[in-house]
């Protein structure tokens, strides 16, 4: 069993023991694990494709502010999908928020800079994220680059790198750290009465950093096997399509019927968990066919198949900042 010194493991475990809404079928975990390892799946890479990098100081801020917007890309009516067109090709999702950002910098605006996104104003996102339709959430985007800016600029002499300096070589820490002094990254559900603690983008982003740094410089982290998965709306999604995850038959048909599902509701709470622990399954199902991936990286494979993926069902819609 990995470390859990974040709580993750723990707490999501706790939760998938309790829940009423969501089962986990450990054999279909097992039964998927086995074809991926008969497909001669291996560790996923960290894609590069429209994102900002030039190996310095800069891509570490960078990365902060694209995990400070990294949330809610969903529309109620999918004809009104926020989309860019960026270098020929149109894009949704994740894909366009990197795609914006990168076109901002493109553009002359330093969104490396901590003063920069301390100053942003509601003009300067719009211009940032404009394309067809508008991404959801602006304001909270607002609030979260201008947030991580201040925080930088107060503790971290504008610098995420030395964020990462105090975290000592330590994914863990850094989670922890963001938690602490960036409060949009504090990502703690609650449960029967109980924390839960999920920390999405905090884990992701400390994930982005390895990857695009290639576990070098400020990418690198002793304790990657301490994160877990990121309790997402694809992964849910992916894990259901595959039999891991199974529904009752209430919360199956809100999904289905893309009804909103409140954030921090039983239901909610209750598929992030089983999410998070699902990975684990997958993750000691695939190191006994002989392939050792930690639970990010295996997010990491299913996030990067479910793109462009016709799914039979839909991804459960929850309105929140943090995924």
């Known amino acids: 069993m990995p470390p859990d010194p974040l709580g993750v493991r723990e707490a999501t475990a706790a939760v998938v023991a309790q829940a009423r809404h969501v089962r986990i079928a ?3 975990a097992e039964t998927l694990a086995r074809r991926w390892a008969s497909e001669g799946v291996g560790p996923p890479g960290w894609y590069p494709k429209h994102h ?3 190996g310095t100081h ?3 801020n960078w990365l902060l502010a694209l995990d400070a917007v990294n949330f809610s890309f969903w529309s109620q009516d999918p004809a009104e999908r926020w989309e860019i067109d960026y270098r020929g090709e149109r894009l949704d999702g994740y894909w ?3 795609a914006s950002l990168t076109r901002a910098v493109e553009e002359g605006a330093p969104l490396w800079d901590a003063r920069t996104l301390a100053e942003l104003t509601q003009g300067d996102v719009y ?3 404009r394309g067809k339709g508008v991404i959801p959430l602006m304001a909270d985007r607002l609030n979260n680059l201008r947030e991580a800016g201040q925080a930088l600029l107060d503790r971290y ?3 995420f790198i030395h964020a990462i300096t105090a ?4 994914a863990a820490r850094l989670v922890a750290l963001l938690a602490r002094d960036f409060p949009s990254f504090r990502d703690v559900a609650e449960y029967g009465g109980q924390p839960v603690p999920l920390y999405k983008r905090a884990q992701l982003l400390v994930s982005d950093l390895w990857g695009a740094y290639g576990g070098r410089s400020w990418g690198a982290f002793s304790d990657m096997e301490a994160l877990t998965a990121f309790a997402d709306y694809k992964l849910p999604q992916m894990l259901r399509e595959q039999g891991v995850l199974e529904y009752s038959p209430e919360l199956a048909r809100k999904v ?3 009804a909103l599902i409140l954030a921090g509701s039983p239901e909610e709470v209750e598929m992030r968990a089983a999410t998070v622990q699902a990975c684990e399954l997958l993750r000691d199902a695939l190191a006994e066919a002989g392939v050792p991936l930690m639970a990010f990286q295996v997010d990491w494979l299913l996030w990067q198949q479910s793109q462009g993926v016709a799914a039979q069902h839909p991804y459960h819609l929850t309105r929140t900042i943090y995924y």
């Open 26 to 28: 450990p054999e279909a």
């Open 58 to 60: 800069r891509s570490a």
């Open 52 to 54: 900002f990098f030039d």
């Open 96 to 98: 366009a928020l990197a």
């Open 256 to 258: 289905d019927t893309r």
């Open 127 to 129: 211009r940032i994220f």
């Open 167 to 170: 975290a000592e070589g330590s």
């Open 157 to 159: 002499r504008g610098q």
